[in-house]
């Protein structure tokens, strides 16, 4: 089951990360791909050469790399137009809002069709109540993560979900 950690600029730019990450993935006998390393926006690196280089030998290691909240802190349309993600996700401010806020709306669907320009996974984050889901899939939202789909559990709760799920 593949899954993503958070990490800052400054853990990701840390000398020798993408080794390291592989080195623990081969010991745990797991192949990269399972493992998705999110680039928080709470921390911005100030060299961008250096998070561009760490990204890349991230990527180059197998492991997928997404911009997390896009659209607040430093996860800017700077900074994903600058370095190379394999996916972004949708702050939960603007996905919270969807419903009461037009601006919302247009806000997300912008960033669906420069999600698709790029060639990028999109995720909607802060999904909390199931009404949310069928206005951001017709925003073209078809990934999502919030209270409304999931909420955090244990790990023999998670696989007894999976397995409901199918």
């Given at each position: 089951i593949p899954i993503a950690v958070?990490?800052?600029?400054?853990?990701i730019c840390t000398p020798h990360f993408a080794d390291s990450m592989a080195a623990r993935m081969r010991q745990a006998d797991l192949p990269t791909r399972l493992l998705k390393i999110e680039l928080t926006e709470d921390v911005p690196e100030p060299d961008e050469l250096l998070l561009s280089d760490s990204l890349t030998a991230i990527s180059n290691k197998g492991f997928k790399v997404?911009?997390?909240?896009?659209?607040?802190?430093?996860?800017?349309?700077?900074?994903?137009?600058?370095?190379?993600?394999?996916?972004?996700?949708?702050d939960g401010s603007f996905v919270?809002?969807?419903?009461?806020?037009?601006s919302s709306r247009k806000v997300i669907a912008g960033i669906v069709n420069w999600a698709g320009l790029l060639n990028l996974n999109l995720v909607a984050e802060g999904i909390e109540d199931e009404s949310t889901i069928p206005l951001l899939h017709r925003l073209g939202c078809r990934v999502g993560q919030g209270y409304a789909l999931a909420r955090p559990m244990e790990i023999d709760a998670f696989l007894g979900f999976v397995i409901e799920q199918g």
């Open positions: 958070n990490a800052s600029a400054q853990t997404s911009l997390d909240d896009f659209g607040s802190g430093a996860a800017t349309f700077k900074l994903l137009a600058n370095l190379s993600f394999d996916e972004m996700k949708i919270r809002g969807v419903e009461q806020h037009a």
